[in-house]
């Protein structure tokens, strides 16, 4: 089974500057989809960025950029000129590949709570 | 377009006692799961349905959990004989079929066994 792990629960950082939360995951398949969701204090869960591990180059959605490292399953999240709305729970997550799994339910880890200071 | 609906937002309820929570899927998606998300923990899958297949139920914890969905939208989850420990946020998503489609979730359910 896959397995999730996000090894920071809490991290700040000063509004505009820059900040990494790690995600690493646990899999012997080569084709899978790994995903960072922000939960803020609503409760809903928003994508905010994918990498699909066939693809070498690492996703980029605006300010939010991913270092996808897949020999050592390793897949961070950059986040850039850091806003007060991007303080929420980041979770990462990690879906199967294989067509004959027979469900695409995403695996995630326990999130990491992201302080925004002004 | 309209997002995941999720109805009740919260829900307070006496141990032992059924209850149902409903999600409605953005329209046109075949595919819905039902998560649980304990506090200070990640989400759990409990359910999957795609289109007219069978769902995969290999998450549901105890067999007190069982869900359906009618007509390819609407689900229920419901959790028969609540315990403390059914206590949590129970969210919803759908995608369209496909692995890389993103799964979109709703609000979730705030369910308190007393």
């Known amino acids: 089974a896959q397995t999730v792990t996000q090894s920071q629960p809490e991290m700040s950082v000063q509004e505009a500057e820059t900040v990494t939360l790690s995600c690493t995951y646990d899999?012997?398949?080569?084709?899978?989809?790994l995903f960072w969701y922000k939960q803020p204090p609503s409760r809903q869960m928003i994508l905010v960025i994918r990498?699909?591990?066939?693809?070498?180059q690492n996703a980029t959605e605006n300010r939010f950029s991913v270092n996808f490292q897949k020999a050592a399953k390793s897949f961070s999240l950059k986040i850039s000129d850091s806003q007060l709305g991007d303080a929420a729970m980041y979770f990462c997550?990690?879906?199967?590949?294989?067509?004959?799994?027979?469900?695409?339910?995403?695996?995630f880890g326990k999130g990491t709570k992201l302080s925004v200071i002004p | 377009g309209a997002g995941v609906s999720q109805s009740p937002s919260n829900k307070v309820t006496e141990k032992g006692k059924d209850v149902e929570l409903r999600c409605d899927p953005i329209?046109?998606?075949?595919?819905l799961y039902w998560y649980r998300q304990s506090l200070g923990q990640g989400l759990e899958f409990l359910i999957y349905?795609?289109?007219?297949?069978?769902?995969?139920k290999s998450g549901l914890p105890s067999d007190r959990f069982s869900a359906e969905r009618t007509g390819g939208s609407v689900s229920t989850l419901t959790i028969q004989r609540t315990q403390q420990e059914d206590s949590a946020v129970y969210l919803c998503?759908?995608?369209?079929?496909?692995?890389?489609?993103?799964?979109?979730f709703g609000d979730g359910t705030r369910l308190s066994i007393l």
């Open positions: 349905f795609q289109g007219n297949s069978a769902p995969d």
């Open positions: 998503a759908s995608s369209l079929s496909g692995l890389n489609q993103p799964q979109h």
């Open positions: 997550a990690y879906r199967s590949g294989d067509t004959l799994a027979g469900s695409y339910q995403l695996t």
């Open positions: 329209s046109g998606h075949t595919a």
């Open positions: 990498q699909e591990a066939y693809k070498q």
């Open positions: 899999t012997s398949e080569s084709d899978y989809y």
